[in-house]
């Protein structure tokens, strides 16, 4: 069973006199600094200059400065970019003033699993992972309660890592909810798989080839979208609050029956086969080398399946079905 860590595991006191630099003030920068400081830590923030999350970080009361800046400033670095930009920015801005205590954190292990970037061997390499959108993370904060974490130690250069790593964590309200001992190879693998398999790749292939049957089958597009799409999300709010099992005694009988006895159908031991393929080609690096050449190069398979994606029926019916809907937030 997995290790969880609470509050009374964790202690605030380790950062006292200390400095946490957050670089970039995204989603999950924003909360995860707002946390901090609200929990009494010092928090420098970095962000480029003249882009929105700079702004953001100003009205919240934040001086944003350069990494190169807050990443010498601060005794705690914490790298919350995207994935495809750390291991430049880290080279150029970071490296060069993590000295020998201070200690490097992520919040997702991509850069280190898959070595784009390696940090000195003199320095604490950690991670805490909130499982939740940085939006969950303020609000369940504010709230005086907390989205689970997950914690792990690459490297123990001080011999005080994990108490970092678990001050962290408290500090964002982790701690409140419960955190998990992982490690950089487990969080990223899983974390790769999930996205491709299921929660991403796995479930917008479902739709799609749902909607396609129905629609190529003559049925209404309208009415299609609404069964294959619109409606997952009433299941999977109930999957995620009581469980597969809680979801099929909550939905109708005949929903259940078919759930039991034609699920099996789509996802095949063949299906199965191949999702084993996908986690090799992740804990092989394939996946990673195949992401960092596409990025080196500029994106042209990205780009191009991207907007082949835009142009399928089901995105141009979903754009006037949900203007009927008010309670969805339009952007």
């Known amino acids: 069973m997995a290790k969880i860590y609470y509050d009374k595991?964790?202690?605030?006191?380790?950062?006292?006199?200390?400095?946490?630099a957050v670089i970039g003030y995204g989603i999950q920068g924003r909360a995860q600094s707002l946390n901090l400081r609200d929990s009494g830590c010092d928090v420098i923030v970095s962000e480029l200059t003249g882009t929105p999350n700079h702004e953001q970080a100003v009205k919240d009361g934040f001086n944003p400065v350069p990494a190169k800046e807050?990443?010498?400033?601060?005794?705690?670095?914490?790298?919350?970019?995207?994935?495809?930009?750390?291991?430049?920015?880290?080279?150029?801005?970071?490296?060069?003033?993590m000295t020998k205590g201070k200690a490097l954190l992520f919040s997702h292990g991509f850069?280190?699993?898959?070595?784009?970037i390696k940090p000195s061997k003199k320095i604490d390499v950690i991670m805490v992972a909130p499982k939740g959108p940085g939006a969950l993370v303020r609000r369940m904060y504010v709230e005086g309660k907390g989205v689970p974490c997950l914690v792990a130690v690459y490297r123990d250069a001080t011999g005080n890592a994990l108490k970092t790593a678990l001050a962290y964590a408290k500090g964002i309200g982790g701690t409140r909810a419960g955190v998990i001992g992982t490690t950089f190879d487990e969080e990223t693998e899983t974390d790769l798989f999930g996205e491709q398999a299921v929660l991403?790749?796995?479930?917008?292939?479902?739709?799609?080839?749902?909607?396609?049957?129905?629609?190529?089958?003559?049925?209404?597009?309208?009415?299609?979208?609404?069964?294959?799409?619109?409606?997952?999300?009433?299941?999977?709010?109930?999957?995620?609050?009581?469980?597969?099992?809680g979801m099929r005694s909550r939905?109708?009988?005949?929903?259940?029956?078919?759930?039991i006895t034609r699920g099996k159908r789509i996802i095949t031991p063949k299906t199965r086969k191949v999702m084993q393929k996908m986690l090799k080609e992740i804990k092989s690096g394939k996946f990673a080398r195949e992401w960092i050449r596409e990025?080196?190069?500029?994106r042209p398979n990205y780009n191009s399946i991207l907007q082949k994606e835009r142009e399928h029926n089901i995105e141009k019916v979903g754009e006037g079905l949900r203007k009927m809907m008010p309670w969805m937030e339009t952007k």
Do not use: M, W
């Not at 595991?9 to 946490?20: S, T």
């Not at 601060?74 to 750390?86: K, R």
């Open 9 to 20: 595991d964790a202690d605030l006191n380790v950062f006292k006199g200390k400095k946490i």
């Open 70 to 97: 807050a990443s010498k400033i601060g005794d705690v670095v914490q790298v919350l970019t995207q994935d495809h930009v750390q291991a430049k920015l880290y080279k150029e801005e970071i490296a060069g003033n």
């Open 111 to 116: 850069n280190i699993r898959f070595k784009q």
């Open 200 to 245: 991403c790749g796995g479930a917008t292939e479902l739709i799609k080839a749902g909607f396609d049957t129905l629609v190529e089958a003559g049925y209404q597009p309208e009415i299609a979208y609404f069964e294959v799409l619109h409606e997952l999300k009433l299941i999977t709010d109930l999957i995620q609050e009581k469980g597969i099992d």
């Open 251 to 259: 939905v109708s009988n005949t929903a259940c029956y078919g759930d």
């Open 295 to 298: 990025n080196e190069a500029g």
